[in-house]
């Protein structure tokens, strides 16, 4: 899914105002981000046309902590362009192996004779 440009037009106001030279605009970087969020894919998957992957990924990364995409995606819901439902679950199944000493374990001590 990629937004036209009458759909950004939409919700332009709600970027922040761009510093200095940007090498890809913010319907760029954008389009990039919704590709993730579809395909579910690496950073490091994504397309060429949307620019490089670490610059899209560090201005999302910068949006996010600032608000930017909560206000772009409701904005995007309310206006019927994307319905995304933002779930997640984070599962985590380390083992982590620990030296019987680190346990509480008693410590073999040498054998006196």
Do not use: I, M, N, Y
């Given at each position: 899914m990629e937004l036209t440009e009458e759909q950004y037009k939409i919700i332009e106001p709600l970027f922040p105002k761009p510093r200095g030279t940007k090498k890809y605009d913010n319907r760029q970087a954008l389009n990039g981000i919704l590709y993730i969020a579809?395909?579910?894919?690496?950073?490091?998957?994504?397309?060429?046309?949307?620019?490089?992957w670490h610059t899209i990924y560090m201005r999302a990364n910068?949006?996010?902590?600032?608000?930017?995409?909560?206000?772009?995606?409701a904005a995007l819901q309310e206006n019927d362009i994307v319905n995304i439902q933002v779930d997640f679950i984070c599962l985590d199944s380390?083992?982590?192996?620990?030296?019987?000493?680190?346990?509480?374990?008693?410590?073999?001590?040498?054998?006196k004779r």
């Open positions: 579809e395909q579910g894919c690496k950073w490091r998957a994504l397309p060429e046309r949307f620019g490089r910068r949006w996010a902590k600032s608000g930017v995409l909560d206000r772009v995606f380390t083992a982590v192996k620990v030296h019987p000493d680190g346990t509480g374990a008693l410590k073999k001590t040498a054998h």
